[in-house]
Every structure is written in C-alpha cells, then in structure tokens.
C-alpha cells in the first residue's frame, strides 16, 4: 500500500520533468533547424558571416537536459529536488539572458524576432518558470515521510515517536510564507535583468544608407549604454543601486531591499525618459535615433521596482525619501543624452570645434565618424551662401564613405559614396545639393560633382566611361566640369572655390557651379599654385613652394615670405621673418593667415605681422569662412584637430605685433648688416 502511494506521489510531480524534457527538446529543434535567410538571424545555415553565438544556444537545451535527468535521478526525494530545480532557476535565467543578449548585440535585424532567437528565449523562459514553480511549492508531508523511507507501523505511535516526527516536519516542511518569497524574488530578478539590460543597444540609427562592410544587412547602427562615454556616471549609479537591491534580497533585507528597489526604480524611469524626450529630430529622409531594446526593458523594470517597493505600503516615508532621491539623481547625473564639451570662447584665441584625436569625430549621441581624407577641412564643410550648417564626409570603407549632416552636435548619415581608392573633397552645399571633388590622384582623372542630398546612394568612383566618352556616375548626380591629373581645393572668403593642379588654377565663384559652366571662364594668373581672395579685393597667391605674394586693391604684387635669410625670427615685418608657408588664406577684411610647420601668424591691412595667441604651429591648411571666422586644419602630435576662431576678421587687429627685425635680417630699407637685398614688388606671374 505504501508502495502505491509513493509511486502516485512521484506520479503527481512527473509532468513537470515531461514539461522540462520538451521544453529541452523544442529549444534544440529551434536552434538547430536551418531558418529562413530572410530573418538575418539563422543560426545553423552555411554562411560567409555566420551568426555568433550559435555555441552558447546550444548549452541550453543540453542544461535543460542535464536538470532533467537529475530531476529524474532524485525522482523519490523530494527535499533533493527541490534544492536541485531552485539552483536551477536562477542558473536557466542566466544562460537564457546571456544567449539572447550575445545574439541581439550583434546589430542584425532579425536577431531579435527570427524563430531560432524567440524559441530559445521562450523555452528558456518557460523552463524557469516550471523550475521556480517547484520551487517555491508547499510539500506535503505524506511526501517527506516518504521520503524518509520509514516504515509505518500498525501500532500507534507513543507521545516521544510523535514529537520526534513533528520535529521532523517542521524541519522538511516549514518554509517561508510565499508572499515573503514573492516579495524578495521579484525585485532580486527585476535588479539581475537590469544590469543585464544595459549589455544591450540602448540607442538606434535608423539608418538609411550603409554604415561600412555590415551597414547594408544590420541596417542599424546600435550602441550599448556603456558604450556612452557621457552616460557612464549615470550608468555606474544604476548598476551600484540594483546590486544594492540584489544583494538585500538575497540577504532578506527587508527594509534596505524597499529602500534600495525605490531608488533605483525612480533613477532608471527619471534618467531613461530624460534621454528617450532628448532624441534629436529624424532628419526629412528618416534619418534619426529611436530607443533601443535596452531603454525599454529598463523602463519598464523601472517601473516593476517602484511597485514592488511600494507594496505593501509600510515604511512608506522612507521609501518615498529613497525614490525622491532617484528622481533628482536621474535628472541631474549624465544620461545617454548629456550636452555634450562646449569650449569657453575666448576673443581672439582658437578653441576646439570639433576635436578629431586620431582622425575620428565622437559627436554628442556616441556616433563615430572617421575622417577619411589626409587633409580635415576637405572633410568638413558649410553652406556655400554663409548660412549655418556644417556637413562631414565620414570614411566608412576602404573605397566608400558617408556625408553626415551636422546639426546641435549631432551627426547623421544622408548619402553613401563609392568613390574607389581616393576619397573625395567635400566643397560644401548649395540648393539641398552638395559640390564634390572627386578623383584627382597622380594623373587620373577628376571632376566636380553636384550630388542630391536626397539619394541614398551614388557612385562617383569615375571608374567606367559612358559610350560618349562621359564619365559615369549615378542618376541623379551632375557633372560641372572634368580634368586630369592632380587636383586639390580651397575655399575662400568671398565664397568662391579654387582648384589647382598641373599648371593650371580656376577660381570659380559658388553661384556658378552649375550645370553647364565652362572651365575656361575661371582660369588666373598662376601655374597649377592656390589662390585665396578676399571680398575687398585682396588676393594672396603662391608662386612657389615657399613664396606668397599678396595684391590689395590699388596696389601691386608684393612678395611676403621666402625673402629673408634662413633663421630670422619673427618680426613685425613678414618679408623680414623666416616663414615656413604651409597653407595661407585671405579672411573678409584682408587679413593674409600664414600656417605651415613653423607658428601660425596672420598679417593685417597695416603690414603689420601679428603671432596667432596660442602659439599654434603644425597647420596643414587654413580656410577663410564667409561669416569671419577662420578655421584651421591641424594635426599635433599625428592626430587631425580642427580649430576654430569666431571673430577672426574683427580681432586680427588687436593681436600683439612682432618685434621689431634684427637687423641682418630687416627688408623695410637699403642693406644693413648681412642684408644685401630690399623687398621689391613682382609681377602676377611670380
């Protein structure tokens, strides 16, 4: 009879090592069934770019099988089950959380609803629940006793026999009330998963155009919160508040547990709102952010810790003080969305516009943008009417790179372009187009291209030739003029675009760069060197490699540098200081800016030579901007900077001069010292 009731006993409790076993057994089928292509999730297909994670998917089912056959092996101990399906538990969630975050993070689209990837979740899901439903279960006590393999016997037990059996159950069966276990398991779980949630994209771009060799097939680009360097104060705070809460409920805290779980509920909701209401706009083709998978688990666990930590409603100031506390530590502490380093402006002196260390731009959302060019003011670029607006030409292969508009600090893709082995000059835009330079490497060819900011695409790699003898590219795009051979670009202050190469330069103002217009109309005095004018009329050129001869309204040529003897200081007269010419620009009210290796100077209507405040040297070129500013490409120490100097044009005038010549090398009169030669003006041609 015994034997009977044990063997219904085991009967009563089977169906959940059955639930186990085909959970195990439809989690294996899931991830070893060959899906669909389509999903961009498949796990068991031959591939080039196989999916990573197919290993740990692969643990799972085997560990279900593994809790399964020792389910069975204890199958007559019921106090042994138990404990084995409670480490169970939380050992399935792990191993769940983990295979699905390990496939999400990759950033392909169907890692997140591909049915390998939802019947993985789902069986690990369910095989917990079954787990924890065991548990977390009363036992009865007939089923102890049996356990205890004691025979009963047919006399009736004496007053020691029954104590001693109440002893017994009461260490077997008493557990702790379930609304106690409850209470301390759910904000335990909601804590794990939250720190688990930050492991996973907390930021999309929806992106509309291919983000180098996997843009085209993630289609999103996704950035962990960790990955936020602005957002890992506030990162840190949640993650130290939900282990506070994990460890109070393993603990059996009770007070600290509610405590902890408020607080941290109350910083998770504040800080994910805050960023989620921050978002800049999507850009008019769909180009933009959106909340990733993590902000909204978080949220949402945010949420279940405020409940739970409010329910039952005692100790309630307390619990109220700690959930204030996360309020204000959520609006305060530096979210995925903080503003972003905005430099002190100070008159006169350069400061940082965009720091591009190692040539790569971060911008205020995290996104990356490598500068693909040698020289960093051919990958920046404004308006060419003056109006605001700046956009980036970001490297994103090795024969492909992206234009990126940047607005509030914020850089978003528009355009892919396939330009081949030489990434192109970015002029600027005009009429919702943007004016390229594309080619112009040794003697290949080159041309000036007007590209729709509106294509989500084009090719201007110049490689193919149409049967007319047209170079081809992608409808839509225009080409304004071609050429061959080397080519390089400079804007100037009275919005025109100069190119030169070979022997040849053409100055061509931004209003005509249309379709149509003719090369020949441009060309200036001057054999293949730059050229730089101002709106007044000034017009600096170089006539060889270290020479500059500047021109103002009403006067002649005159030569500034490659006239005084080797090591001569700088001085208050240009043509009597050694300068080493590396770039030069004439900004909107005459100023000439002279950089190269040696300190960047800028010489003012006067004549007079002025050293820049901050003594910066190492300038790779130098550009004039229609608003009077002036900008400065720049690479100290082998990392590209971009600086900036607001009121360039006004301020030039109250620069500290030089001192005055020494007197071997002083050009302002007859020979004096060493000195056997006087600055003289030169023709147009050098």
Excluded at 505 to 523: E, H, N, S, V
Excluded at 544 to 554: A, D, E, M, T
Excluded at 567 to 577: E, Q
Aim: aromatic residues 4%.
């Amino acid at each position: 009879m015994e034997t009977l009731r044990h063997r219904a006993a085991v009967r009563r409790t089977g169906w959940h090592s059955l639930a186990l076993a085909g959970l195990a057994v439809a989690t294996a089928v899931s991830v070893l069934l060959p899906g669909s292509a389509s999903t961009g999730c498949y796990l068991w297909r031959a591939t080039t770019q196989p999916v990573e994670g197919r290993g740990p998917a692969l643990v799972l089912p085997v560990v279900l099988i593994a809790v399964v056959l020792a389910d069975r092996l204890w199958a007559d101990r019921s106090a042994v089950r138990r404990r084995v399906r409670g480490w169970a538990a939380p050992g399935l969630a792990v191993l769940t959380a983990a295979v699905w975050t390990g496939l999400v993070v990759q950033g392909r689209s169907g890692c997140s609803s591909s049915p390998a990837v939802i019947g993985t979740l789902a069986g690990g899901t369910l095989a917990v629940g079954v787990c924890v439903h065991w548990a977390t279960r009363k036992v009865p006590a007939r089923e102890v006793l049996l356990d205890r393999g004691e025979t009963v016997a047919d006399e009736p037990l004496n007053q020691s026999e029954l104590r001693a059996t109440f002893v017994q159950l009461c260490d077997l069966v008493a557990v702790r009330p379930a609304r106690g276990t409850t209470a301390a398991l759910v904000p335990a779980a909601a804590s794990a998963l939250l720190l688990l949630s930050t492991l996973l994209p907390w930021r999309e771009l929806v992106d509309a155009v291919a983000l180098g060799p996997a843009g085209a097939e993630a289609g999103l680009l996704r950035v962990q919160l960790w990955e936020l360097p602005y957002a890992v104060p506030w990162a840190v705070l949640v993650a130290v508040l939900a282990l506070a809460t994990l460890a109070a409920a393993v603990a059996r805290a009770h007070l600290v547990r509610r405590t902890a779980a408020a607080a941290t509920g109350a910083l998770t909701i504040t800080g994910t709102l805050h960023a989620l209401l921050q978002l800049p706009p999507r850009l008019p083709d769909g180009v933009g952010y959106r909340p990733g998978l993590g902000a909204w688990i978080a949220l949402a666990l945010g949420v279940l810790l405020v409940v739970v930590s409010l329910l039952p409603l005692r100790q309630l100031p307390l619990v109220a003080a700690a959930a204030a506390l996360g309020l204000v530590g959520g609006l305060l502490v530096p979210d995925a969305s903080a503003a972003p380093y905005r430099p002190e402006r100070i008159a006169g002196a350069p400061h940082r516009l965009l720091d591009l260390n190692g040539g790569q731009l971060q911008d205020a959302m995290g996104m990356r943008v490598a500068i693909g060019t040698s020289d960093p003011l051919d990958s920046i670029a404004g308006r060419l009417d003056g109006t605001p607006g700046i956009w980036l030409l970001g490297r994103t292969g090795s024969e492909g790179s992206t234009v990126f508009a940047y607005a509030d600090d914020i850089a978003l893709p528009q355009v892919a372009l396939s330009h081949g082995p030489t990434p192109p000059a970015l002029l600027g835009v005009t009429d919702q187009r943007m004016l390229l330079l594309a080619g112009g490497a040794g003697d290949r060819p080159w041309a000036v291209l007007s590209v729709p900011l509106d294509l989500v695409s084009a090719d201007i790699s110049l490689s193919h030739q149409n049967p007319d003898g047209t170079y081809y590219v992608t409808p839509g795009v225009e080409v304004l003029a071609t050429g061959t051979g080397p080519a390089f670009t400079q804007r100037s202050a009275d919005r025109s675009i100069v190119i030169w190469g070979g022997m040849r330069t053409w100055q061509i103002p931004a209003a005509a760069l249309r379709a149509g217009m003719k090369l020949d109309g441009f060309l200036v005095a001057g054999a293949g060197r730059p050229v730089s004018a101002g709106p007044d009329g000034t017009v600096a050129r170089q006539t060889s490699q270290n020479r500059v001869v500047l021109q103002r309204p009403g006067s002649g040529p005159v030569q500034l540098t490659g006239v005084a003897p080797a090591g001569c200081p700088l001085s208050r007269d240009p043509a009597s200081s050694s300068l080493t010419v590396g770039a030069f620009a004439v900004d909107m009210r005459g100023n000439l800016w002279l950089g190269g290796s040696s300190e960047t100077v800028v010489v003012t209507p006067d004549g007079v030579l002025r050293p820049l405040p901050g003594h910066v040297a190492g300038v790779a070129s130098i550009e004039a901007r229609a608003d009077g500013s002036v900008v400065l490409g720049v690479s100290p120490g082998g990392g590209d900077q971009v600086l900036v100097i607001p009121d360039a044009a006004a301020s030039a005038a109250s620069y500290p001069a030089a001192g005055e010549p020494a007197a071997r090398c002083d050009q302002r009169k007859a020979a004096g010292g060493s000195a056997s030669y006087r600055i003289a003006p030169v023709g147009a041609d050098g």
